[in-house]
């Protein structure tokens, strides 16, 4: 049994979306990507794998405690699992899961079900039944749903049992969230939950809509969750609001002699130039590494804009190249870093400032990846 207490409460219901919507989402982006999870198929909610076997999940959002011993929530659920999906015991079903919001404490008799392992577990659970199965019990509502169990073989009863799941959670969308909130801001995980349950609804409505099943394949499903927090997860949260930095640390860093500096050198940058660059360069390396800690910068997010800076580059030197081969080689490099310094490139959408840009471009010439003056590779050296 899985129960798990909220850590956050989202706005709304569940964001507005129905408990069943949340299970299959949660089932989406849990499941092994062979997988088919549909909703109101064959269950609430379905998962169907590639070796032929299914899950049943029914979804259960009470105030009162749907595990109690008598609770007819609990009861109808073993009943309709016996009576649509049996014989339990030869059927596809591998698994058979009691989802149940917000998180009750079970009763005695569905402890002693989620425990059972062998006949003998089973016997003394039917006989404890029997037992508590007075006349007034039989005239309940619950008792023609007992009764299946009861009437079922022992063989059945045991693979129910055995296949029997329970997870009680008091914020359903919190599995999805713990998916994405080891790396991404807190800013974004609404949003994510947000888009993963619109997506999951709106696929499974269109599907039903048109008569068809209401399933989609979960690989499909994880990688378009995942472009979307690739798409969002720079453009609309980063900032570039780190101060200049002190003037101490920037002539500290500047009588060190990075490449970069040795390469404005090389083109008769002066020293006010250099400060600059200097400045743009670490405030650069603070603004990653401050959306690094923040968990806003994914891994390989910033590769297409580098690329564009590198091209840009390339393609300015080769302008000058064939416009400008009159100049000298240090009056050429130092127009070539003049005219990247006026570029104006957007980061994924977004308008960067003009430090951000100039301290790119310093880490490619710290890296050796790109040179202002033609021969810079052999001047370094």
């Known amino acids: 049994m899985s ?17 069943q919507t949340v299970r299959l989402c949660a089932r989406l982006l849990t499941e092994p990507r062979s997988a088919t999870v549909y909703v109101e198929h064959d269950d609430d ?17 009470k105030a009162g405690n749907p595990l109690t011993d008598w609770s007819a929530d609990l009861w109808k659920t073993i009943h309709n699992w016996l009576e649509d999906h049996g014989p339990i015991s030869t059927g596809p079903a591998s698994k058979l899961c009691l989802f149940v ?64 799941q329970l997870i009680c959670q008091a914020e359903p969308t919190e ?53 979307f927090v690739q798409s969002i997860n720079l453009p609309a949260y980063f900032d570039f609001d780190s101060a200049p930095p002190p003037v101490d640390e920037i002539n500290a860093a500047l009588s060190s002699k990075p490449v970069f500096i ?69 009056k050429r490099g130092a127009a070539i870093y003049a005219e990247c310094r006026k570029l104006s490139v957007a980061l994924q959408g977004k308008t960067v400032p003009d430090h951000f840009t100039h301290g790119c471009f310093n880490e490619f010439s710290d890296g050796k990846q790109i040179g202002w003056h033609p021969n810079f590779n052999d001047l370094l050296d």
């Not at 706005?11 to 408990?19: A, D, K, S, T």
């Open 101 to 164: 919001t917000p998180v009750h404490p079970p009763g005695p008799w569905a402890q002693a079900l989620l425990a059972a392992k062998t006949a003998s577990d089973i016997a003394t659970l039917v006989a404890d039944i029997q037992k508590g199965m007075t006349s007034a019990r039989k005239k309940s509502p619950t008792y023609p749903f007992v009764k299946r169990f009861l009437d079922a073989t022992s063989e059945e009863q045991l693979a129910l049992a055995v296949r029997f």
């Open 3 to 19: 129960t798990k207490s909220a850590k956050h409460s989202a706005v709304g219901p569940y964001l507005g979306f129905g408990i």
């Open 45 to 61: 909610v379905s998962v169907h794998y590639e070796n032929g076997t299914t899950l049943l999940e029914q979804t259960k959002r």
């Open 175 to 227: 599995m999805i969230r713990e998916l994405y909130a080891p790396s991404v801001s807190a800013l974004l995980l609404d949003k994510i939950v947000a888009y993963a349950l619109g997506e999951a609804k709106h696929r499974t409505d269109r599907l039903l809509e048109l008569g068809k099943p209401g399933g989609i394949n979960a690989g499909d499903f994880q990688d378009l969750i995942r472009l």
């Open 262 to 330: 040795r390469q404005l050198e090389l083109i008769d940058v002066g020293k006010n130039q250099q400060l600059n660059a200097v400045s743009d360069y670490l405030r650069t390396v603070a603004n990653k590494t401050k959306w690094g800690a923040e968990g806003i910068l994914l891994p390989q997010s910033l590769d297409e804009w580098d690329a564009n800076l590198l091209s840009r580059h390339a393609a300015i030197c080769e302008g000058f190249e064939a416009t400008h081969g009159h100049l000298d080689e240090v």
